[in-house]
């Protein structure tokens, strides 16, 4: 497959084609391997990044860091505490003077419009580690991760439970429309997917032969390969969680909700961090049908092959 991303950014996979998203996945696997043999590579060598986290993180910084210092690069961490960002300085005069400086630059905060301007005014490509409407690097490992345990994924079936309208939900309906993957929804209808996505989501669904479906019943469970959840409430929203508690308390996936697929080949997955007890039960994540650990690891892997697509 002949794919050129040098360059590019990625800010949602509403920006790249199935070939590009299927190649970087292949580049994945190919990441991963590396990693289980005594090879060095030192593929940034004489890069740096600049990492902005307006959000606290475990996995994209510990993902982005190790993944671009092994290869010889100099990742450098900034806080909002660290420097302008929107604050004495604009967003966009932050970008044009990190451009100057760095090779690359991952942000993870709230708005999508921060990430898209770091992308415009910067020069250099740019990852959108997290924003409250997208989680492109979260989705690319899931893929990833699904595909281990299923392939071909075309015409599996993955079944997100839980707050339905959040950042890691819409990147998974965005990213299983384009690679021919069932995608369905289950969530109380206040928390529906935005329209406006899925409606752009549809045509590429109807391309790959894949089904967006959004409804309230567990019953939608049945066959599932996989089911998945995040917490009931994201980084920001701490004030509406017992709100959110009473809401979604029957969603929560316990061994009852994993039976409903009908299947005992049925994984689970989560992005993590988890609230035990609350959108899952300890003995589903850490049981034998759980792939949460597996997934972590593989945001590694995919974040690397993002930045070794992009950069070199």
């Known amino acids: 497959m002949s794919v050129s991303l040098k360059g590019r950014s990625l800010l949602t996979w509403l920006d790249f084609s199935v070939e590009e998203t299927r190649y970087l996945l292949e ?3 190919k990441v991963k391997a590396e990693s289980k043999s005594s090879v060095l590579f030192q593929r940034f060598s004489g890069k740096t990044i600049a990492l902005i986290f307006e959000k606290r993180s475990t996995r994209t910084r510990c993902a982005f860091e190790t993944a671009f210092g092994e290869e010889g690069g100099h990742p450098v961490f900034l806080s909002t505490a660290d ?11 932050t970008a044009r003077v990190l451009g ?6 991952q942000f993870r905060g709230f708005k999508q419009e921060t990430v898209e301007a770091l992308a415009r005014y910067s020069g250099v490509p740019v990852y959108n580690g997290l924003t409250d409407t997208f989680h492109p690097t979260q989705a690319l490992a899931d893929i990833m991760t699904l595909e281990e345990s299923f392939s071909p994924i075309e015409g599996r ?18 990213i299983c429309s384009m690679l021919g993957l069932n995608f369905t929804v289950i969530t109380p209808p206040s928390l529906n997917p935005d329209i406006a996505l899925k ?23 049945a066959g599932a390969d996989a089911v998945y959840t995040d917490v009931w409430a994201s980084m920001g929203e701490e004030g509406i969680k017992e709100e959110r508690i009473k809401l979604l308390s029957p969603y929560q996936v316990n061994q009852t909700l994993m039976d409903k697929t ?20 300890s003995a589903v994540i850490d049981g034998p049908q ?23």
Not at 262 to 281: M, N, Q, W, Y
Request: proline share 2%.
């Open 262 to 281: 009908g299947r005992k080949d049925s994984i689970f997955l989560h992005c993590l961090p988890a609230v035990k007890g609350e959108e899952v039960t």
């Open 83 to 93: 420097i302008q960002l929107g604050a004495k300085e604009s967003v966009e005069d």
């Open 290 to 312: 759980s792939r949460v650990w597996d997934q972590a690891e593989n945001r590694k892997h995919t974040i690397k092959a993002i930045m070794l697509a992009t950069l070199t």
């Open 199 to 221: 409606e752009i989501c549809e045509p590429m669904a109807i391309a790959s032969d894949a089904k967006i479906t959004v409804t309230s019943d567990l019953a939608a469970l």
């Open 27 to 29: 580049l994945s696997k």
């Open 157 to 174: 079936t993955l079944c997100f439970v839980g707050d339905g309208r959040n950042n890691v939900a819409s990147s998974l309906m965005v």
């Open 100 to 105: 100057r400086m760095f090779s690359a630059i």
